[in-house]
C-alpha cells in the first residue's frame, strides 16, 4: 500500500504546526484519539465520519463507506482524508458533499501506462458524456460539477477528479512528476 496520506501536504503542515505547538508549550498531554469528525457547522446537515464509514447524524443511516487502510482526520482544516484499500486518495471536507479521489498508479513499463491510457480515456468519454476539456498536460473531462483529468507520464498514470478544475489543478501541483 503506498503512503497516500503522507503525500497530502495540507495534514503534513498540519502535523508540523502541531508539533511545533506542542514544543513551544511543552508540559502538553497526550489526548485520547477521536477517531471520528462530525461535519455539518450550522444549518448544514449533519455528518459524522468513523471507521470508514459516513453516517448521517440525525438517523444514523450510513451514507458512504470505504474500505480504509489508512485515515486522518483533521480537525484544524474541516477534513478527513482517506487512503483506500483501492489505493485512492479520498478527501472529504466541510465546504461539499462531493468527494475528491486521487488514485496515482505506477505501471511496469511506460506501454503499460499507455495501454491504460487509451482504456480510461474510453471509459472517462463515456461516463462524462464527450465532455473532454483541451489541456496541453493531459486528457480532461468536465461534467455536472465534476472534474476529471488522466494524466501519463513514463510508466505512471495520474487520475484525479474533483468538483472543478480549479480544486483538480490544485491537487496536480502535489504531484511533482507531472509538470
Known sequence: MMRLIQHYPLLQRYREQLKTLREAWGNSRQLPDAPFFLFGMGARQKLIYQAG?????????????????????????????LGTQQEELIEINENTSQSTVVVNWVWDSPESAKKFQRAMNTHLDELFQGGSVKRSDGDCWELN??????????????????PSQDQLNLLKKQFTDFP
Do not use: M
Open 53 to 81: 464509514k459516513l453516517i448521517d447524524g440525525h438517523s444514523g443511516t450510513i451514507v458512504r463507506e470505504w474500505r480504509v487502510a489508512e485515515e486522518t482526520i483533521a480537525p484544524p482544516a474541516y477534513r478527513v482524508v
Open 145 to 162: 460539477n465534476h472534474a476529471t483529468c488522466l494524466f501519463t507520464r513514463n510508466s505512471q498514470s495520474l487520475w484525479i477528479v474533483t
